[in-house]
């Protein structure tokens, strides 16, 4: 009798075990498969999204320093180029303006000479020789003289010494060339002393008063 009621009393306590009602946990956030959450997984996701829109900034940044570098180093390269072949082209020229003045004594001398020997004295030609020899180094290195006389006066290439009334020519026009200019290559190397002419006063007016 006592086994029977036993028995009756756990079956009892099974059946009202298996009637208490489930509960669940809401607050539990839902699983990936791989175990992470939702949430988790949206944050990491994000973050990476950020981080690869910086990497792609900072890699645009750098391609736009490295063209600017580029650019720089190549317009150096041109320059130095261009200043070398300018310090090329005119490392000559301090030597060449100098030897103007050799120059400028050989045509005194030629001039001076003019007026008591003949053009066919050995003096005269050995020194026409001479000029002609310099002037011939000159043209070799792209030196050549400056046009002046009846030339606008230019301040570029001339120098004007004095005006000079001149009835025949033009107001500020190269009348008188008391020293040759010359260039070398595109450069002015000495400027032309000039006399220039300008307008002709009328004295009539000042000599009737």
């Known amino acids: 009798m006592s086994e029977k009621v036993q028995t009756e009393i756990e079956d009892s306590e099974n ?21 992470g959450s939702e949430a988790q997984i949206a944050d990491e996701s994000q973050d990476s999204a950020s981080q690869l829109q910086e990497a792609q900034q900072q890699a645009q940044d750098s391609y736009d320093r490295l063209l600017r570098v580029s650019a720089e180093f190549d317009n150096y390269k041109k320059r130095t180029a261009r200043e070398m072949q300018d310090v090329i082209k005119y490392a000559n020229e301090k030597i060449f ?9 050989l045509e005194r001398a ?13 003096l005269v ?13 000159l043209e070799r290195h792209k030196v050549s003289p400056v046009k002046a006389l009846g030339e606008p ?3 570029t290439y001339h120098q004007a010494m004095m005006q000079e009334e001149v009835a025949d020519q033009a107001p500020n026009t190269v009348v008188r060339e008391m ?9 002015l ?4 002393m000039v ?15």
Do not use: C, M
Not at 127 to 132: D, F, K
Not at 189 to 192: E, K, S, V
Not at 195 to 209: N, P
């Open 15 to 35: 059946q009202d075990q298996s009637e208490e009602p489930t509960q669940i946990d809401t607050q539990t956030p839902k699983t990936s498969p791989d175990g």
């Open 97 to 105: 303006k100098e030897l103007l003045t050799v120059v400028d004594n």
């Open 110 to 122: 030629i001039e001076a000479a003019g007026v008591d020997r003949a053009d066919d004295d050995p």
């Open 125 to 137: 030609k050995g020194i026409h020789l001479t000029l002609g020899e310099v002037l011939k180094i």
């Open 153 to 155: 006066f230019d301040p």
């Open 179 to 187: 020293q040759k200019g010359y260039v070398i290559h595109d450069r």
């Open 189 to 192: 190397l000495r400027p032309a």
């Open 195 to 209: 006399v220039v002419s300008k307008v002709k006063q009328d004295r009539t007016d000042s000599q009737d008063q």
